[in-house]
């Protein structure tokens, strides 16, 4: 297994099974918040500007992608349907056992749906900062 596709299931079973504390619900200013970071972030990958992508992540996501080029090379790699979505659609933000959640129904370039789960960290400045983000696959039907 590549050192990438190791920080790649890393990454994706620590956004998962993730024993942080459940948060309180989000409050609705949280809320626009959370899903402004994922918007910037998905605007960022829409520019190619890794360093404003990068810039939106959380330290342990720093810690493993050590630059802005090898984040955004590993979301080119591994998360495409993020990194040049053909639609997107945003949920709420909710509550979980993982903490904030922000759901993004996501369709890829290859037409595809998706649901992107963005987790948050709230940093000790008080900002938040995206700690992870799973694809699954969107098993509902389409209308």
Same mark, same amino acid.
């Given at each position: 297994?590549?050192?990438?596709?190791?920080?790649?299931?890393?990454?994706?079973?620590?956004?998962?099974?993730?024993?942080?504390?459940?948060?309180?619900?989000?409050?609705?200013?949280?809320?626009?918040?959370?899903?402004?970071?994922?918007?910037?972030?998905?605007?960022?990958?829409? #520019?190619?500007?890794?360093?404003?992508?990068?810039?939106?992540?959380?330290?342990?996501? #720093?810690?493993?992608?050590?630059?802005?080029?090898?984040?955004?090379?590993?979301?080119?790699?591994?998360?495409?349907?993020?990194?040049?979505?053909?639609?997107?659609?945003?949920?709420?933000?909710?509550?979980?056992?993982?903490?904030?959640?922000?759901?993004?129904?996501?369709?890829?370039?290859?037409? #595809?749906?998706?649901?992107?789960?963005?987790?948050?960290?709230?940093?000790?400045?008080?900002?938040?900062?995206?700690?992870?983000?799973?694809?699954?696959?969107?098993?509902?039907?389409?209308?």
């Amino acid at each position: 297994m590549t050192r990438i596709a190791f920080a790649i299931v890393f990454l994706m079973a620590t956004s998962l099974l993730s024993t942080a504390a459940v948060a309180a619900e989000p409050t609705s200013s949280e809320q626009s918040l959370l899903k402004q970071l994922v918007q910037d972030q998905l605007a960022a990958f829409q #520019r190619d500007d890794g360093a404003a992508a990068y810039d939106l992540a959380a330290p342990g996501i #720093r810690k493993m992608f050590p630059s802005p080029d090898i984040f955004i090379g590993m979301v080119k790699q591994a998360y495409p349907p993020i990194y040049r979505p053909q639609s997107l659609a945003y949920g709420k933000v909710t509550d979980s056992p993982i903490g904030l959640v922000q759901k993004v129904y996501v369709t890829g370039p290859d037409g #595809r749906n998706w649901v992107a789960l963005y987790r948050f960290e709230k940093q000790p400045d008080g900002t938040w900062k995206i700690a992870g983000c799973s694809l699954v696959k969107d098993t509902e039907p389409t209308i």
